[in-house]
């Protein structure tokens, strides 16, 4: 027989494992093509910036981590696929196979799947994009938008996935130069014991663990902590280091606890060895598990909370606001008009106030270094400018701005524009210029105004200087309204009958909009709820891809495990005994991911909880979390006793001994 026959009928013996192979690899490409080509929507990244949040903090960031995802998930499918054949390549080393042989078989087969992959897993990627394109523009009110798959969804899924095969490919065909045919046709009873554990390293991983904790601590008790990136970052790598040494080690501390009680270490003492045998490959799985489950903690219990919590955002501001600016004839409503609304609903309302305002067209930004120049352009939109006094009158904050200088005024913190890290910026309203030394930024919860103007900040300038811009050109000059009421949730038909008198021919009024609790209410809802779709999505494929990841390692494992089963019968180990051990060592693979997963998650989410400024809801966030991750833990425990079942009757079955 040819060799192409002999490697024709390994295939054909084999096919189950290149089945599973291929199925992984197309649903992975079809998730990560519908994340690329949502990424690219026009609608969506418009209605992201609306939100004040780029579109990179979306659905950009979901595309690296499945491309990270994507990277150890075929990784580890392939490196277990071609593992499981050391004994079919042993077969052909010794019918006159060369390495070099080998390696075109692998190279070959390996394109073979990639390509096939790549075409059924875009193909399915095509088809599904729009429904998941339709969900989401369902949930962020935009129903007529119009879909369109773009060209650079398929150039960057086909680029990623080609990259993550030629890497795979390569790593393969170099851990293949050392092929021994004895090696190779013994594999599989090759020991994957690990001798010692080291109690130092594992002491040492705690220490990491407790670092990462303590700095996540730290952080969510102070944002200016949670916004330095760098120590974070380092933070988060020494966590993931500390987590790899305890879970590397772990079998050495359950023995050493376990001893303590003959009765107990009796008991436990074939699931030990068992672990022991086990643990140098138990620790990559576990690992690459313990990850899965912090992120899909993180996606889905943050979002689920935010969504949840949303209401007590809103309401954590001291006043009930409708809020809008008059200016350049934009919002420029019947005196009264908007009170009478107000009155209409029966939100109540206690006060109108009207702030002074001016504003300036143009501005040219001085940077602070030369490195800086060109860092920063005129905005198209005008800035608005007030005084410190008028800043004082409508939120009580004093600040120390002299003449000459300015200070940014912006409500939400991650949307710190970039002209306050300037040195100096220059502006005019068309008959005067002022240069100014910029005193950086400033953010208040007390005032949401700013929200209103397209580019979400507010210059605020010393009295003098605020009077000079005023007095020069009046058509540059507006008014800022703030309506007080007592009850925001009836004020939605005062937005939309505002709204809907607004002069759209106006170029402008694009950049005044009509805001306030309930409008940031209905866009903080529409904004979380495609949050919680997109994060789920994602905690849905992660889930899956943990289960997928212990069903391989089971399937590696049943063949041996059927004949260790023959072997313990032999010297009395009943049926039941063995069920009980099975039991033990897969509910191990759970609950050690499930423990490490849920300390990442926290971990990470206080850091997320500072940053996103939510402390003063510490309470509501937790209990929300707590609630999606119990459902988890639930799931997890169903799974597992699924998963161990079926793994008990797939041993049983392949045993000698039934």
Known sequence: MKFSGIVWKNFKFGIRKYIAFFLCSTFTISIFFIFCNLSFSKEINDFMNRAGMGSEYVFSIMVIILS????????????????????????????????????????????????????LGIAVGTVFSRLVYMINMKIIGEENGRFVLDYRSYLLTAAIFIVIYGVNIFITILSRRKMNIKRLMTSDRESEFTARSHSGLAAAGLVLMAVFASTSVSAAMSRDIAMKRIPIILAIIAGMAGMYL????????????????????????????????????????????SILSGMI???????????????????????????????????????????????????????HFRYPCTFANKIESVPASPADKGASQSPAVPVCIISRSTLHIMTGDQLAIGSGEAQILAADPLAVPSESSLKEIEITNGVITK????????????????????????????????????????????????????????????????????????????HFTVFGDYAGYTLMRHLYSNFVFVTNFISILFFAASILILLFRQYESTDKMAKKYSQLRKIGVMRKEFRKFIHTQTGFLFIIPLILGLFMGVCLMLIIQSIMGGNDLYKEFWSASAKIAAVYIVLQLIFSRAVSENYYKGIINKASIK
């Open 297 to 351: 903690l993180l996606c889905s219990a943050s979002t689920f909370a935010l969504l949840s919590i949303s209401e007590k955002i809103v309401e954590r501001t001291p006043e009930q606001v409708i809020t809008y600016i008059e200016a350049f004839g934009v919002n420029r409503f019947e005196e009264g008009y908007a009170d009478e609304l107000v009155k209409e609903s029966g939100a109540g309302l206690r006060e």
């Open 68 to 119: 990270i995802f994507s990277v150890g998930f075929i990784s580890y499918i392939n490196s277990s696929k071609n593992k499981s054949r050391s004994k079919e390549f042993g077969l052909y080393m010794t019918m006159g196979m060369t390495y070099r042989d080998i390696s075109r078989l692998i190279i070959l087969e390996d394109l073979v799947i990639l390509a096939a992959s790549i075409v």
């Open 435 to 510: 240069k100014l030394l910029m005193k950086g930024t400033v953010t208040s919860h007390h005032f949401s105004s700013e929200i209103v103007l397209g580019n979400r900040y507010i210059l605020v300038v010393a009295d003098e200087n605020y009077r000079e811009l005023e007095s020069s050109n009046k058509e540059f000059n507006g008014i800022i309204h703030d309506i007080r009421v007592d009850k925001w949730k009836k004020t939605g038909p005062v937005f939309d009958r505002l709204n809907g008198i607004r002069d759209n021919s106006n170029p402008l009024s694009q």
């Open 246 to 289: 305890v879970i590397s080690h772990i079998t050495g501390i359950l023995s050493a606890f376990v001893k303590g009680n003959r009765e107990l270490y009796g008991r436990s003492l074939l699931n030990l060895s068992e672990l022991k045998y086990t643990s140098k490959k138990n620790a990559n799985v576990l690992f690459l598990l």
